[in-house]
Structure formats: C-alpha cells, structure tokens
C-alpha cells in the first residue's frame, strides 16, 4: 500500500517494529499529539549515552555544568565516568580531553528510548522539543 501512495496508520507499543515500518511516527500522552515527525527527525532527540575512561582517577563533576549534560555518575571504577548529553558533544569531548580521557564510547538510545522521555514526570512535551 505504502508503494502505491497510501497513508497506512499503524498504532502500536512495539516500537522497534514502528521504527523499522514507518516513515513517520505521531506521538500521543494523556490524549493529546504533542508531536509528529519523520522518523529520522525524531531521532534528534536522542540523547547520546556516554561512557568515557581516564588514565587517572575521573571526577563526573568535570561534567556536570556542561550544556545538555545529565545523570552524570562514576562508573564500575574510579577512571570511569558515564552520562547523558543532549545535543552536541564537543563540550564534553574537550573536557574529557583536558583530563586525559583514553576511551569515549557513546551509545544513541532507539526510539522506544525516545518515546519514554515524553512520559517522564519531570519534562513536559515542550522541553522535549528543544
């Protein structure tokens, strides 16, 4: 049908199989759309999952200022630090840098993840927007 030009509606709570059929995904909570868009473009809400290793001992206060930085926190050892970053990266790839960082991995959530976000009780739909 979607090879021919037709709109096919789908709802569903598998969100991998809406992420790998559709094109574009609408999402609803408490009874009100509070966004569509194209799958892809969706997917700049993600935030990258960062975990980073150091030579030394890792402060997660290096990070906690950075813009778009959240849940920052020290990992299985004392020269690992894992976070949240909304956005761009540069910041936290500088101060990383300036302390000797050895290994960054980064990891964007799939659009379960994403979905989530709009049902936390601390943001509202128009934070998530940003």
Not at 96 to 108: G, L, M
Request: proline share 5%; glycine share 8%.
């Amino acid at each position: 049908m979607h090879a021919d030009g037709r709109t096919v509606f789908l709802s569903s709570h598998n969100l991998p199989e809406v992420e790998h059929t559709c094109d574009r995904v609408g999402i609803i909570r408490e009874g009100k759309l509070v966004t569509v868009g194209e799958v892809v473009a969706l997917k700049h809400l993600k935030q990258h999952e960062v975990g980073l290793s150091f030579a030394g001992p890792a402060s997660p206060e290096w990070f906690t200022r950075l813009p778009g930085v959240s849940n920052v926190r020290s990992g299985l050892s004392q020269r690992e630090v894992h976070l949240a970053v909304q956005g761009e990266l540069h910041g936290v790839i500088k101060v990383a840098a300036e302390h000797d960082a050895t290994n960054i991995v980064t990891r964007e959530p799939n659009l379960e993840e994403i979905f989530l976000r709009f049902y936390e009780p601390q943001r509202s739909p128009a934070a998530v927007n940003r």
